[in-house]
């Protein structure tokens, strides 16, 4: 069973501070990696794909990909209220015709004003 | 991204009844999922669909209980069978890119009764 595993939780930052968001994966194979944002009573929405070892920039966002380490962070510069939701890691399965993605649990960040 | 509605968007049914969940897309698109996310979880794939095979269901999962239909490349249903209180949950679909990108649906929002 492929694994994939977030900090628990819940994280908690001062508006204007850096969160800083870590998932790991058992699947030494998975070459794509995405980070989920997850509003309470909506559904998950795509915030950053990451496929190449190092980082991507996008906005606040810079997603961090180590494949040796088999870990993926999520870092939001500048931390809004706005920001406070459940982020949820995944990792495909691209094995066979079908990519399946697998979640992690998920973190909830908490940005106080 | 492609916009994604589904049907209904909550719905409380009695137990050893059944369901069925829409899902339209606004563009053509060959792979859809089906996921549940029970409360305070993460997501879990229940099937993959793709238009002109059978549903691939996922350990766990099966065909009896969660009868999926895809009849084109832009919809697909999901049939929650025989329900009990244990089926309460959302029911969200997603639609999947050749970069591996998946977009969900807004979800159907199922109490069991």
């Known amino acids: 069973q492929k694994e994939v595993e977030q900090n628990s939780g819940p994280l908690s930052v001062p508006e204007g501070a850096i969160a800083s968001l870590n998932c790991t994966y058992s699947d030494r194979v998975s070459q794509s990696f995405f980070w989920y944002r997850q509003y309470s009573g909506k559904s998950p929405e795509l915030i950053m794909s990451i496929y190449s070892n190092g980082d991507k920039e996008d906005g606040r966002f810079t997603a961090q990909l180590n494949k040796a380490s088999q870990y993926v962070s999520l870092l939001i510069r500048d931390s809004q209220p706005s920001d406070s939701a459940t982020y949820l890691c995944a990792v495909i399965d691209s094995g066979g015709s079908n990519y399946k993605l697998t979640f992690g649990k998920g973190t909830l960040l908490t940005v106080n004003p | 991204s492609a916009v994604i509605s589904q049907k209904p968007s909550r719905d409380i049914c009695q137990r050893g009844t059944s369901l069925t969940i829409q899902c339209q897309v606004d563009?053509?698109?060959?792979?859809m999922f089906w996921y549940r996310q029970q409360p305070g979880q993460s997501l879990t794939l229940i099937a993959t669909?793709?238009?002109?095979?059978?549903?691939?269901?996922e350990s766990g999962f099966v065909i009896d209980k969660f009868p999926i239909s895809r009849p084109n490349l832009t919809f697909s249903t999901l049939t929650v069978s025989n329900m009990s209180p244990e089926d309460s949950s959302i029911y969200l679909c997603?639609?999947?890119?050749?970069?591996?990108?998946?977009?969900f649906g807004p979800g159907t929002r199922l109490t069991v009764t």
């Open positions: 669909a793709n238009q002109g095979s059978e549903a691939t269901y």
């Open positions: 563009s053509q698109v060959t792979m």
């Open positions: 997603s639609v999947g890119t050749n970069s591996y990108e998946q977009y």
